[in-house]
């Protein structure tokens, strides 16, 4: 069974709140406290599955594990506040926990984070291992609120920079979560929007199924970063880019007025196809079933 | 380097903000949102460090994460509220992961808690292993917040239920955070507590140095579990029990009026002597420097 297969069937049975104008399933979870929106999210970096055990710096793990948390909060239109980390380590020199920490400051220091918890803790075994995991707090106004339900056939499909090429060009650890451009579009343009952490492919699956729309997606305008082809652009992990929906008739406006130096693309529409279905257009080369991630897709 | 030496190297190097009441060093982190106090705290198990792997049934895993960070919570006086789980495994049976979010949410609803997020991981290698680390938000009323360094030298020291052999006797897994008795204390009887989960002797330690007190620990009255002798009553870890202190003309009124089945036990008072400090009083053995994680002992 998949993650998602396992996640449906999870949070089918979980119970829920009243204060929880959000619940799990979106890139945050919206909480009602205080009369105002909190946003929080969980999410992980375990070495040997998202960097090279040994090979990676402490100071860029720390980055990286704060920076994917910070971009589900950009996805929600949101402004992050706090942090909470967990660390679990085989035994190491020192300096790698004080770098490690280092770096988790700096990045958070560059984003307005402040953190507010930790816990520390042994791996067993004699390798080089860590797991870490991030749980970001932020803030939300209601009228600003993104989520990944609110997709309506017709409307156009956009991008924020480039696709693809995620690990062997570096961006997986380099990049620069979308804060600003999901401030800026958040309410004013859109009202759908996601983070690209999974591949574009099986993350616009997921926005498909919550809308309950379909995607028509034209991959001769998908933004590839340099050393990609349509297949990473659609199936590479970790872009940690913004995927949105906006009005088709305000579409030029919101190009003409992007303020970013972050590329901006249309790169499909919204449709009424079966939820979650994505037909591909002027596709140059026919993608496996894997590839595709089992999409229905047509060649141009 | 221990672990509380690294987090002092680290916390120090911290940047604060003007919404955090209270930062990283205590059972949680007080912060303002919305004129009301939040609770937050972070807290792991790691399979073959917290329990043993393969051999540990995934409800009582998913259990022991959940309880862990709500005796966090009873610590400070406040009321669970959400939780969030990032939970990372190697290749295993689906029902495994069932079973573990079915754990989850039976102590979630027993503690009328709800699960706000999640994220699923994959770890590497052959054998089983499993990191959970799960993210509690709480709330506390202003006027009920304890806190680890609100100790006066002059005050009584008390602990709830018994402490030692939490392992042998399960009850590392079986435990009940102390919720009710952490709200009945909080603000009336104490302004000083903090959940034992590190051993009694370690903790108190940490208990002194925020509050710049010492301890006089009288180890005859000490509150044993089965099967436990001075040593592990004082260095076992995973009691899970509130300690706090409480004005000694007020102790009697307080025993007087407990309500809860869970014992209360008044083991010490706190001193004058160096912070973090602890004399034992009324020991029948000597302890080892390793035993008292090096602290100053008398014997009686």
Known sequence: MSEDAILARVLAGLRRDEAMILGPGDDCAVLEFGGRWLLAAVDQV???????????????????????NLSDIAAMGGIPRWALLALAATARPDDWFERFFAGLEAAAKAFDVTLAGGDLGA??????????????LGEVEPEKLCRRDRAEAGE?????????????????????????????????????????????????????????????????????????????????GEDYELVFTVAPDRVEALLASWPFPATLSVIGRVTKAAPGSLALVNADTVLSEEEMDGYEHFRA
Chains 1, 2 share one sequence.
């Open 123 to 136: 791996l067993p075994g004699p390798a080089a291992a860590e797991y870490a995991a991030l749980t970001i």
């Open 156 to 236: 156009a499909l956009l991008v924020t920079g480039e696709l693809g090429n995620t690990l062997a060009s570096g961006h997986h650890l380099d990049f620069t979560p979308r804060l600003a451009e999901g401030r800026f579009l958040a309410g004013r343009w859109t009202r759908c929007m996601m983070d690209l952490s999974d591949g574009l492919g099986r993350d616009l699956r997921r926005l498909g199924r919550a809308s309950q729309v379909g995607f028509e997606l034209d991959v001769s305008a998908l933004p590839r970063r340099a050393g990609a082809d349509a297949r990473g652009a659609i199936g590479d």
């Open 46 to 68: 375990v070495s040997d599955v998202h960097y090279q055990a040994g090979d990676t710096p402490p100071e860029a793990i720390a980055g990286k594990v704060l920076k994917r």
